[in-house]
């Protein structure tokens, strides 16, 4: 785990880039997973951050807050 708090941003994306300014773009991933369906409604997704230092390299890395735990009958994303 990252942080302290679910808002929290990720320090270094999971191939060792720094998430800087102008370095990360933060988005919105509604989602139904555990951790989500435990918020408020209206708040059941992920702030989503894609870094990109790794977009350079086209490689798409996204890190999800809070993070994604999925069920079975979900497919799979990172972390
Ligand atoms: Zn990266
Ligand atoms: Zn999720």
Redesign the pocket.
Known sequence: MFGMTSEHVPFLCPRGHRLGPGRVIVGW?P???P??LERERGLR??RTYLCLTCKDEHVTTMC?M?Q???TPD?PY?WP
């Open positions: 991933s989602c139904g997973c951790p989500c997704g992920h999800y809070p994604h735990i999925p979900t994303r």
